[in-house]
């Protein structure tokens, strides 16, 4: 059974850059077969998709977050990462990690929430 | 960026009844539409892919169908569990994949 867990330092002032770990069990991302997703949810609100990194480290992002967003992935620990600069408090929001299985949402993190304040 | 927008916003059904959901894509997605279902404080539960194919595990009074820009979630007939919303996704575009608004189900 593939298991994710999203974490993170915390809160986040302005300005500066989030930073969220995916640890990844029961699975390796090494794996060709699946892309590893961030998705997000503001409060009360709906999903957004942020992007994902594919075994081979090739990535894609949302248009709208293009700008600021990195995927990245450490396979020796089965983990992948997302940094995302220069937040506002329009990022607040919980955070997921998904394995993406020809486009679909299979597997998922049980969300972390990262509140961007001065 | 492909539009994915869910009807109603919310739905209120009672127990035993037959709830159904819309999604409408503002361009065709073949069919490459999946429907989640999350609960309070849980994350998405992928329920239907492929537009029509249960998910391992899902049961059968969840049904989808359509192609295209249309499509539907069945419930035949709520149980106290499916209270809950359910978001639409298209996969047809990955640039980027889009989410539907989602649909809430609540008890009537």
């Known amino acids: 059974q593939v298991q994710l867990q999203e974490s993170g330092p915390g809160p986040v002032k302005p300005s500066q850059t989030l930073s969220l770990t995916c640890t990844v069990s029961g699975g390796s991302i090494s794996s060709g077969s699946y892309y590893w997703s961030w998705i997000r949810q503001p409060a009360g609100k709906g999903l957004e998709w942020i992007g994902h990194?594919?075994?081979?480290?090739?990535?894609n992002y949302n248009p709208s977050l293009k700008s600021r967003v990195t995927i990245s992935a450490d396979t020796s620990k089965n983990q992948f990462s997302l940094d995302l600069t220069s937040v506002t408090a329009a990022d607040t929001a919980v955070y997921y990690c998904a394995r993406t299985a020809v486009g679909t949402l299979d597997y998922w993190g049980q969300g972390t929430l990262v509140t961007v304040s001065s | 960026e492909i539009v994915m927008t869910q009807s109603p916003a919310t739905l209120s059904v009672s127990p035993g009844e037959r709830a159904t959901l819309s999604c409408r894509a503002s361009q065709s997605v073949s069919r490459n539409l999946a429907w989640y279902q999350q609960k309070p404080g849980q994350a998405p539960r992928l329920l239907i892919y492929d537009a029509s194919t249960r998910a391992t595990g899902i049961p059968a009074r969840f049904s989808g169908s359509g192609s295209g820009t249309e499509f539907t979630l069945t419930i035949s007939s709520l149980q106290s569990e499916d209270f809950a919303v359910y978001y639409c996704q298209q996969y047809n575009n990955w640039s980027p994949v889009t989410f539907g608004g989602g649909t809430k189900v609540e008890i009537k």
């Open positions: 990194i594919f075994s081979s480290g090739s990535t």
